[in-house]
């Protein structure tokens, strides 16, 4: 039986998972877009709002629990001062995932996940 259980396998173990997901959420903090496969990013969605929440507590607790997750500090810096604050007035829905062309190789849907608020340009008013 599958009774209580959640999340998908993606086809490797557990450590290579749980390094996949928090590699892929540092890298949507830094370049705030990445490509990646339909399924994969329906559970770094999961865990990029996990992120986003904690950063919007923005105590000590929630530093360091994110740390625990994201790679760099220079990433930890910018979910902190820059994607928290962006997410200030909203509770939940942080990411987007838009459809893109499938891929060449095993014809697998990809998308391009992305943070919902752009971010704020310093030249436009």
């Known amino acids: 039986m599958y009774h209580r259980i959640s999340g998908r396998k993606l086809g490797v173990k557990s450590d290579i998972r749980e390094a996949m997901l928090k590699n892929m959420v540092t890298s949507l903090i ?3 877009r990445i490509t990646t496969t339909a399924t994969r990013a329906k559970e770094l969605r999961k865990l990029a709002d996990k992120m986003i929440t904690l950063g919007k ?3 000590l607790a929630a ?3 994110a740390g625990a ?3 760099t500090k ?3 810096g910018k979910l902190f001062k820059e ?3 962006r997410f200030s007035g909203r509770n939940g829905g942080y990411t987007r995932m838009i459809r893109s062309a499938n891929r060449k190789g095993d014809n697998a849907p990809t998308v391009i996940m992305e ?3 752009p971010a704020k340009t310093a030249g436009k008013s």
Do not use: M, N, S
Request: proline share 5%; glycine share 4%; no cysteine.
């Open 30 to 32: 830094i370049h705030e």
């Open 57 to 59: 507590k923005g105590d």
């Open 63 to 65: 530093i360091r629990q």
């Open 83 to 85: 994607l928290a604050p």
């Open 115 to 117: 943070w919902t608020e």
């Open 74 to 76: 220079e990433a930890l």
């Open 69 to 71: 997750t994201v790679k």
